[in-house]
């Protein structure tokens, strides 16, 4: 079943037209133009989840560093 982009309703296929239509806010679509979108979502839910890992990677190697640095300290 298709979703809309803008509010996640239910979409039918209009025959008149050959459009996707969401039966909440009425928006349309033609098939293509809904595949790219959805695609073009799971794109950049994909490259935010990479970089939400990689500043985490970030702030523990940060901690990291600053805990070893903390206990070095102390054995000066
Ligand atoms: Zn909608």
Redesign the pocket.
């Known amino acids: 079943m298709a979703r809309?982009p803008?509010?996640a309703?239910k979409m039918t296929f209009n025959p008149a037209n050959r459009m996707m239509v969401?039966n909440?806010?009425g928006?349309s679509l033609t098939r293509f133009e809904l595949d790219r979108y959805w695609s073009k979502v799971r794109d950049e839910r994909t490259s935010d989840a990479d970089v939400v890992q990689r500043e985490k990677n970030r702030r523990k190697e940060w901690l990291d560093w600053y805990s070893k640095s903390k206990d070095e300290k102390r054995y000066e």
């Open positions: 809309c803008e509010c309703g969401c909440s806010c928006l």
